[in-house]
């Protein structure tokens, strides 16, 4: 029950601030072309901070038993790959395959991790969750990257994708956060603090960013997609992945790392990225959106099903 009551917490302030967000526009405090200014601004300074930060101070010495996080790094591109050969061919238009193949691949580990890890192991005892995050980061970005060109040029052209990934602020960041951290530099405190604080405005300005472009008539006229994504997301993926990771003997921390990975609602990253990207980004916001709502009662029952069973 403590770990249903975590994950509450995690997700009702979510909750809240994409109903802000659906306020704000209702009594028109601000409206979809603004946000989509903000959106911008997520995208290029906001997230890439977050990513930035997150691999800066992530303590690469404790990386040692790997046998988990190179079975979610293979998971992932497993779901990268039905992403970008097999969803263009189930899903129409092509911007809302992209905005589909990304909810389907790239979860909200960076939020949900080490809340739900911290509510059964305790504050301090999750560095094999913390862990499997330097791998699993990284990954998204680029996938997200080249998914997302690939949709909007309709090819995948090397050249073209190599020169998106190069020029995607996010993974711009996530390279000189790993050469920073690798060469043993230190920043100073000043400049980290700045760096922390506006990492900080990424989570809450892109869920009322969600909020705010929320639209009934959208969630009806693609509710058959929308179902189908939070589905797989949230029931069918860790249903294969994490049933696998049991199989092959992951216990514990680990076990609970990799459940996070494919159990966890779709990354609310996803979002601006497909608005700047040219995706789906109507699509992308619900997908967020409804997901996180719904990732509740199956976050507690999968976390149920496993301590009961005794493998978490």
């Given at each position: ?127 094999m969750v913390s ?91 693609k509710r058959g ?79 149920l099903l496993l ?6």
């Open positions: 029950m403590e770990s249903f009551w975590m994950a509450a917490q995690v997700v009702v302030p979510m909750a809240i601030m994409v109903g802000i967000g659906v306020l704000l526009r209702v009594f028109h405090v601000t409206d979809e072309t603004t946000m989509k200014q903000v959106d911008n601004l997520i995208f290029k300074i906001f997230m890439p901070s977050l990513s930035f930060y997150n691999i800066y101070k992530t303590d690469f010495s404790q990386l040692t038993n790997i046998g988990y996080i190179l079975y979610g790094a293979a998971g992932l591109m497993i779901l990268f790959g039905i992403a970008l050969l097999l969803v263009p061919k189930w899903v129409q238009p092509r911007a809302t395959a992209s905005s589909f193949g990304q909810a389907l691949f790239r979860s909200n580990y960076l939020l949900f991790g080490a809340a739900v890890a911290e509510s059964i192991y305790g504050a301090g005892n999750i560095g862990l499997l995050g330097i791998v699993a980061i990284p990954m998204f970005n680029v996938q997200a990257a080249v998914l997302l060109e690939a949709g909007r040029n309709g090819s995948a052209s090397p050249k073209k994708l190599l020169l998106a990934i190069a020029k995607n602020p996010t993974v711009v960041a996530t390279v000189i956060g790993l050469a920073i951290n690798f060469s043993g530099l230190r920043l100073p405190d000043l400049v980290l603090g700045v760096v922390k604080d506006i990492s900080g405005l990424t989570t809450p300005l892109s869920f009322l960013s969600i909020g705010v472009s929320l639209s009934l008539g959208a969630v009806v006229s997609y929308l179902a189908a994504i939070i589905a797989l997301r949230l029931v069918l993926v860790p249903m294969v992945f994490v049933t696998g990771a049991v199989l092959l003997g992951f216990r514990g921390q680990e076990l609970c790392a990799l459940l996070i990975l494919f159990a966890a609602p779709t990354a609310v990253s996803s979002y601006p990225m497909a608005v700047a990207m040219g995706a789906d980004g109507s699509f992308a916001g619900q997908t967020v959106a409804y997901s996180t709502l719904c990732c509740l009662p199956t976050i507690f029952l999968w976390t301590n009961g069973m005794g493998f978490m």
